[in-house]
């Protein structure tokens, strides 16, 4: 089982590291291949995805990838920035399903800024398209400003589009994966006002059909962003367009108690998947240690499910996980009175521990 390790820019190297120690403590036959991507890449190579961290991560069976970017390359041109490098791979390799969990773990219910009543055993599926809509639109690549702006100006755009192929491999990721959990699925979308998003409301509608077991219900994303910290507990599976769900995706992480517990998988169609905490680089605490590595090693998890058919495996490192909560240990995002204060490397440390 190979796996490419990219752990990328600012707290990405720090999770990443602790990522892989579980991963090693498990006694599982990986093979596994560091590389650098972003940032980092960019410091090297002069690219963010530079083709042998390409290769590596098409020739492996699952990525484990950290985060990338830095304030310090905002003045750069958009196509060597290092956010380029995840949208890169996403769209070389087909990663056109991104499976975002957003579970509140009992332990935790303190930490959410939401009343414990209203998360108190949530346990929704975010399921983000990720390789079309706006960020994917025509204007991309072909912008040329020398220092990544338009100074003086008037005008800027994107464009967003799906076609129906697009949305229809989407649903069926939907509705499957609704079937294995309450048989609800909430397509979001905002067909009241954009074309792109009334084709996404009449195909999700179509392919329902042949789902009659799974209940859809349409939202538009406004209300879905009220309904998510008013009711949370109403979702199932939301299934959404990219950039939709990268924004509520994020809303949602808060509700299970920091951004540093979302794990996320990318999926193509033969299953080959990049595992990433939904987080990013967090540049303002890189290098302190006190960075949550929970949501990489969460990830690692489904890395462990789906791309590598080791649910046993996946199961004991959710349950570690389960275990240090339940002993009290948290980093500085998810900490509250009465719990103990742990460093990035404690975290790490104590979930190999628990395994
Ligand atoms: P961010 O997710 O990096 O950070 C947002 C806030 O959450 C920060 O205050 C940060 O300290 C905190 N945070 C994030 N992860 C945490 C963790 N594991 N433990 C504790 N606290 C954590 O978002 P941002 O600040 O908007 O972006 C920073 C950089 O990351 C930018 O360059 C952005 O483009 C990039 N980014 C990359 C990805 C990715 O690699 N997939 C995703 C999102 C953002």
Known sequence: MKIAVLPGDGIGIEIVAEAVKVLNALDLPLQMETALVGGAAYEAHGHPLPDSTLQLAKASDAILFGAVGDWKYDKLDRPLRPEQAILGLRKNLGLFANFRPAICYEQLVDASSLKPELVSGLDILIIRELTGDIYFGQPRGRRIATDGHFPGAEEAFDTMRYSKPEI??????????????????????????????????????????????????HMYVDNAAMQLVKAPKRFDVVVTGNMFGDILSDEA????????????????????GLYEPSHGSAPDIAGKGIANPLATILSAAMMLRFSLNQEAAALRVEAAVKK?????????????????????VEMGNAVVRAL
């Open 168 to 217: 229809e491999r989407i649903a069926h990721v939907a509705f499957q994966a609704a079937r294995k959990r309450n048989k609800r699925v909430t397509s979001v979308d905002k067909a009241n006002v954009l074309e792109t998003f009334q084709l996404w409301k009449d195909v999700m509608t179509e392919v329902g059909l042949q789902y009659p077991d799974v209940a859809l219900d």
């Open 253 to 272: 992480s808060m509700l299970t108690g920091s951004i540093g517990m979302l794990p996320s998988a990318s999926l193509n169609a033969s299953n080959q």
């Open 324 to 344: 240090v909560l339940d002993q009290g240990l948290r980093t500085g995002d998810i900490y509250s009175a009465g719990t103990t204060r742990v460093t990035t």
